[in-house]
Protein backbone atom coordinates (compact mmCIF):
# COMPACT_ATOMS: atom_id res chain seq x y z
CA UNK A 1 0.00 0.00 0.00
CA UNK A 2 1.16 3.54 -0.63
CA UNK A 3 2.19 6.27 1.79
CA UNK A 4 1.56 9.49 1.20
CA UNK A 5 2.54 12.75 2.74
CA UNK A 6 1.70 16.59 1.63
CA UNK A 7 3.48 19.02 3.76
CA UNK A 8 3.77 23.03 3.51
CA UNK A 9 6.27 25.87 3.83
CA UNK A 10 6.99 29.50 3.03
CA UNK A 11 9.83 30.49 1.36
CA UNK A 12 11.18 34.11 1.19
CA UNK A 13 11.01 34.02 -2.77
CA UNK A 14 8.66 34.19 -5.64
CA UNK A 15 7.02 31.73 -6.87
CA UNK A 16 9.32 32.27 -9.95
CA UNK A 17 12.27 31.43 -8.26
CA UNK A 18 11.02 28.30 -6.12
CA UNK A 19 9.74 26.78 -9.24
CA UNK A 20 13.30 27.74 -11.34
CA UNK A 21 15.11 26.07 -8.43
CA UNK A 22 13.03 22.98 -8.33
CA UNK A 23 13.15 22.53 -12.26
CA UNK A 24 16.66 22.88 -12.10
CA UNK A 25 17.00 19.14 -11.93
CA UNK A 26 20.64 18.70 -13.05
CA UNK A 27 21.55 20.87 -10.14
CA UNK A 28 20.10 19.23 -7.26
CA UNK A 29 23.04 17.57 -6.09
CA UNK A 30 24.37 20.94 -4.98
CA UNK A 31 21.60 21.16 -2.35
CA UNK A 32 20.26 17.62 -1.96
CA UNK A 33 21.78 16.21 0.18
CA UNK A 34 20.39 12.22 -0.22
CA UNK A 35 20.87 13.03 -4.27
CA UNK A 36 24.17 11.68 -5.46
CA UNK A 37 23.47 12.13 -8.94
CA UNK A 38 21.26 12.92 -11.56
CA UNK A 39 21.18 12.29 -15.23
CA UNK A 40 18.19 14.17 -17.83
CA UNK A 41 17.32 11.26 -20.20
CA UNK A 42 14.88 13.60 -22.13
CA UNK A 43 13.92 16.89 -22.63
CA UNK A 44 11.21 18.62 -23.90
CA UNK A 45 10.70 21.34 -26.87
CA UNK A 46 11.25 24.05 -24.23
CA UNK A 47 14.59 22.03 -22.84
CA UNK A 48 12.74 20.97 -19.38
CA UNK A 49 13.73 18.00 -18.03
CA UNK A 50 11.60 15.09 -19.21
CA UNK A 51 12.48 11.99 -17.89
CA UNK A 52 15.33 12.16 -15.55
CA UNK A 53 17.34 9.13 -13.30
CA UNK A 54 18.50 9.83 -9.99
CA UNK A 55 20.68 8.07 -7.94
CA UNK A 56 20.15 8.69 -4.17
CA UNK A 57 21.00 7.19 -0.74
CA UNK A 58 18.12 5.19 0.88
CA UNK A 59 17.88 2.89 4.00
CA UNK A 60 21.46 2.87 4.40
CA UNK A 61 22.16 2.01 0.71
CA UNK A 62 22.08 3.79 -2.40
CA UNK A 63 18.78 3.23 -4.88
CA UNK A 64 18.33 4.24 -8.58
CA UNK A 65 15.03 5.53 -9.79
CA UNK A 66 13.57 7.32 -13.03
CA UNK A 67 11.35 9.94 -13.03
CA UNK A 68 8.74 11.12 -15.91
CA UNK A 69 8.41 15.06 -15.45
CA UNK A 70 4.92 16.71 -15.93
CA UNK A 71 5.02 20.82 -16.98
CA UNK A 72 1.87 21.57 -18.28
CA UNK A 73 1.13 23.45 -15.07
CA UNK A 74 4.01 25.39 -14.61
CA UNK A 75 4.74 27.71 -13.54
CA UNK A 76 2.25 27.15 -10.13
CA UNK A 77 3.50 23.23 -10.52
CA UNK A 78 5.72 20.69 -11.00
CA UNK A 79 4.76 16.87 -10.92
CA UNK A 80 6.36 13.49 -11.56
CA UNK A 81 5.38 9.96 -11.91
CA UNK A 82 8.05 6.83 -10.82
CA UNK A 83 9.11 5.52 -14.56
CA UNK A 84 11.27 2.25 -13.09
CA UNK A 85 13.17 2.20 -9.72
CA UNK A 86 14.81 -1.14 -7.36
CA UNK A 87 13.32 -0.15 -4.25
CA UNK A 88 10.04 1.78 -5.02
CA UNK A 89 6.96 0.59 -7.25
CA UNK A 90 5.23 4.07 -6.95
CA UNK A 91 7.39 7.67 -5.95
CA UNK A 92 4.74 9.81 -7.92
CA UNK A 93 4.63 13.52 -6.37
CA UNK A 94 4.44 17.32 -6.96
CA UNK A 95 5.47 20.96 -5.86
CA UNK A 96 3.10 23.28 -6.15
CA UNK A 97 4.20 27.33 -5.38
CA UNK A 98 1.30 29.44 -4.53
CA UNK A 99 2.23 33.89 -3.66
CA UNK A 100 1.57 33.95 0.25
CA UNK A 101 2.82 37.83 0.79
CA UNK A 102 4.80 39.92 -0.99
CA UNK A 103 7.71 38.41 -2.52
CA UNK A 104 7.04 35.08 -0.41
CA UNK A 105 5.58 31.74 -1.66
CA UNK A 106 4.08 29.14 -0.13
CA UNK A 107 5.52 25.40 -1.05
CA UNK A 108 3.65 22.88 -1.48
CA UNK A 109 5.23 19.01 -1.69
CA UNK A 110 3.17 16.13 -1.80
CA UNK A 111 4.65 12.73 -2.21
CA UNK A 112 3.06 8.77 -2.65
CA UNK A 113 5.17 6.14 -1.84
CA UNK A 114 5.12 2.70 -2.19
CA UNK A 115 8.16 0.38 -1.61
CA UNK A 116 8.79 -3.25 -2.97
CA UNK A 117 9.85 -4.98 -0.15
CA UNK A 118 8.03 -4.41 3.42
CA UNK A 119 9.30 -2.39 6.33
CA UNK A 120 8.70 -1.75 9.57
CA UNK A 121 6.76 1.68 10.30
CA UNK A 122 9.07 3.50 11.99
CA UNK A 123 11.65 3.46 9.41
CA UNK A 124 8.68 3.97 6.40
CA UNK A 125 8.52 7.15 8.98
CA UNK A 126 11.86 7.93 9.37
CA UNK A 127 12.52 7.83 5.64
CA UNK A 128 9.45 9.96 4.62
CA UNK A 129 10.94 12.78 6.73
CA UNK A 130 14.36 12.69 5.80
CA UNK A 131 12.52 12.90 1.73
CA UNK A 132 10.23 16.16 3.37
CA UNK A 133 12.91 17.63 5.13
CA UNK A 134 15.15 17.52 1.43
CA UNK A 135 12.16 18.65 -0.08
CA UNK A 136 11.00 21.62 1.59
CA UNK A 137 14.05 22.92 4.34
CA UNK A 138 16.83 22.39 2.06
CA UNK A 139 14.92 23.63 -0.94
CA UNK A 140 13.89 26.72 1.23
CA UNK A 141 17.86 27.28 2.29
CA UNK A 142 18.45 26.39 -1.61
CA UNK A 143 16.15 29.56 -2.39
CA UNK A 144 17.06 32.10 0.00
CA UNK A 145 20.56 31.70 0.10
CA UNK A 146 20.55 32.57 -4.34
CA UNK A 147 22.02 30.00 -5.26
Known amino acids: MAEQAVERMVVAASPERCFETVADLDRYPEWAADIKSVKVN ?56 MPSGESSTEVTYSLEVELRVPLPSFIKRRAQGRIMHTALVELKARVESGG
Open 42 to 97: TRDREGRPGEVEFRAAAFGRSTTYTLAYDFSEAPTAISWKLVSGDLTSKLDGSYRF
